[in-house]
C-alpha cells in the first residue's frame, strides 16, 4: 500500500501555499487538532489535493455531515464491544499523566477517524463515477469551526523513531495490517512505547480475525451509504483530476486504500477506548459540535 | 533518573481547559519547584529525591512546555503561568507553598509573589528572568515563526542541544540532554517550544519592578557566577530591590547551577528553607 517512491506525504510543517490554505481549512472544518496521513497523502498530488478539498469541504461543514460522522462511530463502538477487549492501560501505563493523555488521544482518533471515512468514501465514489450527494433542497445548517478547546494536540512520533523496539512495532503493525505507512493513530500511541507494545499485543489477534474484517467492512458499507447523502452534490471526476495534470488511477488507488484501511482503524481505537469506557459511553460523540449561527 | 522514569511519576489535573502535569512527593510542607525554558519539570530530577524527605514538593510543567498541555491555541507568557499556578494551587488544596524557581520560572515566582502574594511563603530564585534581562538572543530567534517551517524537530533539537551546553560549566551527558529536550522532539513538541519562546516578553518583569520592594517573603537568590544567559549582576539588583532576600553565588557554574554543583544548591537550598 502506498507502495514505494509514490506518494510522499506532506507534513504539516512542511505545507505551503495552497496545502496549508487547505490544512488550515481542515483542521478549522473538521474540528481538529492536526492532519492525518490521509491527507497528507492525498496532498501529495498537489493540484488534486486542493480541488479536492473544495469539492468535499461544502459537505464537511455541515451538521449532517456531523451526524453521518457521529453514527458511524457509534455503529464502531458497538462493533468494537462485540470484538472482544485489549487489556493494555492498566497493565502498561506507569502514571497518571501519561495515562489521561493516552486516553486524550485515542479520543481526538475516536472523533476525527469516522470523519475521514465519511469523506473518503464519499470522494471515492465520485471518482468512480457515482452520483453523490444533493438531498438537500436549500442550504443545510452548518456547525462550529474549529477544533474544540480541550482536544489533544496531534502529536506524533517519527514514522523511523529512534527507538528499536517502536520501530519494530510499527514493522509488525505495517506487516500484520498490509500498510506500508503507519498511521497517526499508532504513531500518536508510539508516545508512549510501553502502551503501544501491550495495545499492539492485545490487538493484532483481534485486528486480524474474521470478524474484525466483517465488522470493518459493515463500517466502510455504513461509510458510502451516509456519503451517498450528503446534503450537497461532491462533484470530483476523474476526468476532472486528469485534466488538472494528475494521474487519475493513481489518486483513485490511493483514496480506494485508505477507504479499504480506515475502518479497520477505527474499529482498533475503539477497541482500545473501550478498555476505559463501556460502549455506550463510546457511542457518543467525545467532543458534540454546536451549530454554527445561520446557514451560509 | 531517567527522563521516562520522570515523565511516570507525574500526576495530572485540570485547570479550566488545559491540563498541567506535575510530580508530587513526599510530605510536608508544600514546595513548588518550577522550570525554565527549554526544559520541564525533569530538570529538578537530581535534587528532587533529597528535597522530598522534608517536603512535599510539587513539581509542575508549565502550560505549552514538558508534558503539560502543548496545543497551539493559547497564551505561554509568564503572566499566565502565574494564573494557571494561582488555580493550580487552588486546585490542589495549596493555600501557600515555598516556591524555589529557575530561568522563566523565576519570572513566573517574581509575578506570583508580587501578584500573588498569599500563594508564597518563601521564595528561591535561580538564574530568574527579571528586569529586561530577558530574552535572549538565541531564544528571540527561535519564537519566530518562521521558525516552524523552516527547521524540522530533529534540526531544532540538535541546535538546543548544542546551544544548551553553553549553559553548563561541566560537561553535561547525553542522556541528561536528550531527557530536558524530549517533550519538544516531536513536531508538535518544537511548534510548542517555538510559541513558549514567542511568549517570553520583557514588559511582564519590568512591569513589577516597582512592586519588588513589597515582596515580603524571605527570598534565596542563588546564581551561578559564570552564567552567560542571565548575568549574575541581575541577581544582585534582585537582592537589594527585594527587602528580606539574600545573594548566594555559587562559583564554577553557569546557568544549569543544580548540573553544575548539585551539593552546594542542596545544600542552600536545604538551609534556606529549615532556617528562614
Known sequence: ?296 | MRWREFQALQKVTEVGDRFVSYVDQGFGEPLILLHGIPTWGYLWHSVLPALARTHRVLVPDLLGFGYSDKGDRFDRSIATQAEMLDGWMQGLGVERADVVAHDIGGGVALRLATLFPQRVRRLGLMHAVCYDSWPIEMMLQFGHPGVHRKVSASTAIAGLKLALKQGFASSPADELLDGILAPYATEVGKLSLVRNAAALNTNLTTEITSLLPRVDAPTLVLWGEEDKFQPVRFGERLAWDIPDAKLVRIPEARHFVMFDQPDAVERHVANFLDQT
Open chain 1, 1 to 296: 500500500m502506498f507502495g514505494s517512491g509514490k506518494p510522499r506525504p506532506v507534513d504539516e510543517h512542511e505545507a505551503r501555499g495552497e496545502t496549508e490554505r487547505v490544512y488550515h481549512e481542515i483542521r478549522q472544518t473538521l474540528r481538529v487538532t492536526g492532519i492525518n496521513l490521509n491527507f497528507r497523502v492525498w496532498a501529495s498530488f498537489e493540484h488534486f489535493f486542493p480541488a479536492m478539498w473544495d469539492a468535499v469541504q461544502p459537505n464537511a461543514q455541515t451538521r449532517a455531515f456531523e451526524d453521518a460522522a457521529d453514527r458511524i462511530r457509534a455503529e464502531a463502538a458497538r462493533s468494537a464491544d462485540a470484538l472482544g477487549r485489549v487489556h493494555a492501560v492498566a497493565s502498561a501505563l506507569v502514571g497518571e499523566s501519561p495515562a489521561y493523555q493516552v486516553r486524550a488521544a485515542l479520543d481526538l482518533y475516536h472523533y476525527v477517524n469516522p470523519k475521514l471515512l465519511l469523506l473518503t468514501s464519499g470522494v471515492r465514489l465520485a471518482l468512480e463515477g457515482e452520483r453523490v450527494g444533493g438531498s438537500a433542497s436549500g442550504p443545510a445548517e452548518r456547525i462550529v469551526r474549529g477544533a474544540p478547546p480541550r482536544m489533544y494536540p496531534m502529536e506524533m512520533v517519527s514514522e523511523e523513531p529512534d527507538d528499536e523496539r517502536t520501530r519494530e512495532i510499527f514493522a509488525d503493525i505495517q506487516e500484520s495490517l498490509g500498510i506500508s505507512r503507519v498511521n497517526s493513530d499508532y504513531r500518536t500511541l508510539a508516545l508512549w512505547p510501553a502502551y503501544l507494545e501491550v495495545a499492539w499485543r492485545g490487538l493484532k489477534p483481534i485486528a486480524t480475525s474474521d470478524p474484525h474484517r466483517s465488522a470493518a467492512e459493515a463500517l466502510r458499507q455504513l461509510a458510502r451509504t451516509e456519503a451517498r447523502a450528503f446534503p450537497y452534490p461532491l462533484t470530483l471526476t476523474s476526468a476532472q483530476v486528469e485534466a488538472l495534470g494528475e494521474d487519475a488511477s493513481a489518486v483513485l488507488k490511493t483514496t480506494a486504500q485508505f477507504e479499504d484501511l480506515l475502518p479497520g482503524l477505527i474499529l482498533n481505537v475503539a477497541l482500545l477506548a473501550l478498555e476505559e469506557r463501556d460502549a455506550g459511553a463510546l457511542a457518543r460523540s467525545p467532543f458534540p459540535a454546536a451549530t454554527a449561527g445561520g446557514a451560509r
